[in-house]
C-alpha cells in the first residue's frame, strides 16, 4: 500500500488502499525469458521508503518506483503532472515508439491510498526490470498527485500484490511474469537495509536487494518458514497476526479477520487496530498518544521497546531501533514509537474491507521476507545473514512472561511449524 507518510523527516508512509471502477482492453505480451534476478534498492529517507529502477518505453526511460508489496498498480508521473515538482522525473510518452494512450469514458483513472491519492490516464508500454520485460504493459500515467506523495528521485510506485487489487484491473508486472513461466520460481524476496537512527545517512543510500523470481541465499541463513495464506481469493499479501509481545510480556490481541495483516513492503511503519495498539502502549510505562501527530504514540526516549511478532510460526524480534522514530519534537526526551493506531493514522475509510493490521519496513527490516505466489499463496521469513546485517535471535514461546493469548491461531509464538499444516520450511539455495 502506499504510504501513510508521517512526521519527523518521514516522507508519507502509505498504509490504506481503496480500489475505484477502472477497465482496460490493454493487452500484456511477455517477453520470454526465463530467470531470476537480484536487483538493487535504494533507502530513501532513513528507511521511509524502498524503491528500485525500472525502464519504460522503446528506448527506456529509467525511473524510480517504490516496491510495494500492498498495492497492486503501476504508476509513474508523466510530463503532463501538474502537481509535480519539477525535481520529480517524469515519464515523456512522446519520447517512447511504442506508447499506447487509452481514450473514451474509463481512460482516466483515481487510485487511492491511505496517505493520498494520484490521477492519470490508463496507458500502456514495454515495461522492464532486472533483465525481464513486458511489452503493453498497462501503467497510469499520472498528472496529479497529492502532496508529499513522492519525494527525492521516486517518480511513482510499482504494486506487487495480486490483480484483484489492482484500480487498473491489470495484472501486476510480477504476476504475468509468473502467470507465463518466465521465473525460474514463483517468488519475489527482500532484504530491507536499515539507516535508522544513522544522522550520517543521506536521504537515499543503497539500501538491500529485490529478487525476482528465487531467493538470494547469501542474505539469509537457515530455512524459510513459509506461512500460507489464511484467505481464499488473494488480494493483499495477508498473515494472522497471532502474537504480538513488548518487554517479553504478551499483548492481547483482536481475533478473527481483525487479526489479518497485509505484508506490506511500501510502508513504513506497524499500523493495527485502535485497541489492539492501545493495549500495546499501556505496557510502556511513560507512554502516551503522541501530541499533534493523530495515531501515533510517544514513550520516554531512555526506553528500549523489545517486541516481538509471530503469524503462527516462529516468534521474530524487532531491532529496538526500528521501534524509535526518533523524538517527538525538538529537544524533547520523548520519541514516536514504530506501532500506531491505523485508523487514527491514515485516511482508510471504516469498513472498507482494508485488513486490521499493516506490517511495513519496522518488522520486514528484521528478517529476509519471501512472496511465493504457489497454491494456496505463501509468504516465507528466514533469519538474515551476516552479509544482511544479521537478525535477532528467533524467541521461543516458553520465555515469554504473561498471559497467553486469546487467539484464533494455533501454537502462538512457537517456533517452528504449527499444528494447523499452515507452516512450512523450505532450505532453498536461493541464487
Known amino acids: 500500500m502506499p504510504n501513510l507518510f508521517i512526521c519527523c523527516g518521514l516522507s508519507p508512509l502509505k498504509v490504506g488502499y481503496e480500489p475505484t471502477n477502472y477497465s482496460s482492453s490493454l493487452s500484456k505480451r511477455i517477453q520470454k525469458r526465463a530467470g531470476s ?116 528521485s521516486v517518480s511513482g510506485i510499482m504494486g506487487l500484490a495480486f490483480e484483484a487489487l489492482a484500480s487498473t484491473r491489470s495484472k501486476p508486472f510480477w504476476q504475468a511474469l509468473v502467470d507465463n513461466n518466465q521465473l525460474d520460481q514463483p517468488e519475489m524476496s527482500f532484504w530491507l537495509d536499515r539507516f535508522r537512527g544513522d544522522n550520517t545517512a543521506s536521504d537515499e543510500e543503497p539500501g538491500g536487494t529485490f529478487t525476482l523470481g528465487g531467493t538470494n541465499s547469501s542474505l539469509f541463513t537457515g530455512d524459510i518458514e513459509f506461512l500460507n495464506m489464511p484467505v481464499n481469493t488473494p488480494s493483499f499479501w495477508l498473515l494472522s497476526l497471532s502474537s504480538l509481545t513488548v518487554q517479553g510480556n504478551s499483548v492481547q490481541l483482536t481475533t478473527g479477520t481483525t487479526a489479518l495483516s497485509a505484508i506490506d513492503t511500501g510502508t513504513t511503519l506497524i499500523g493495527g487496530p485502535s485497541a489492539d495498539v492501545k493495549n500495546f502502549w499501556s505496557q510502556i510505562a511513560g507512554s502516551r498518544q503522541a501530541i499533534g501527530q493523530p495515531g501515533l504514540y510517544s514513550f520516554p526516549c531512555a526506553t528500549q521497546i523489545e517486541v516481538t511478532m509471530s503469524f503462527g510460526g516462529k516468534s521474530w524480534p524487532i531491532n529496538t531501533q526500528d521501534m524509535s522514530l526518533g523524538p517527538e519534537r525538538s529537544g524533547s526526551n520523548m520519541c514516536l514509537g514504530g506501532i500506531f493506531d491505523l ?89
Open 37 to 152: 534476478a537480484s536487483i538493487q534498492v535504494i533507502d530513501q529517507n532513513q528507511d521511509a521508503s524502498y524503491f528500485a529502477s525500472v525502464n519504460i518505453g522503446t528506448p527506456g526511460q529509467t525511473l524510480n518506483v517504490i516496491l510495494d508489496t500492498g498495492s497492486s498498480d503501476l504508476w509513474v508521473a508523466d510530463s503532463s503532472c501538474v502537481t509535480c515538482t519539477t525535481s520529480t522525473p517524469v515519464f515523456n510518452p512522446s519520447d517512447s515508439s511504442t506508447s499506447q494512450t487509452a481514450t473514451g469514458a474509463t481512460s482516466e483513472t483515481t487510485i487511492r491510498y491511505g496517505s493520498g491519492a494520484v490521477a492519470g490516464t490508463l496507458s500502456a508500454d514495454t515495461v522492464s526490470m532486472g533483465g525481464f520485460t513486458v511489452s503493453e504493459q498497462v501503467f497510469l500515467a499520472v498528472d496529479q498527485t497529492t502532496q508529499n506523495l513522492l519525494s527525492g
Open 343 to 431: 485508523s487514527a493514522g491514515s485516511n482508510i475509510p471504516a469498513n472498507s474491507g482494508a485488513p486490521g493490521w499493516v506490517v511495513g519496513a519496522t518488522f520486514l527490516k528484521n528478517v529476509y521476507s519471501v512472496f511465493r505466489a504457489s497454491s494456496p499463496p505463501a509468504i516465507g521469513f528466514a533469519q538474515l545473514s551476516d552479509a544482511a546485517g544479521g537478525s535477532g535471535s528467533v524467541i521461543a514461546s516458553s520465555s515469554l512472561k504473561g498471559p497467553s493469548l486469546t487467539s484464533s491461531v494455533a501454537n502462538t509464538g512457537t517456533p517452528g511449524p504449527s499444528s494447523s499444516g499452515s507452516s512450512s520450511t523450505s532450505s532453498s539455495s536461493g541464487r
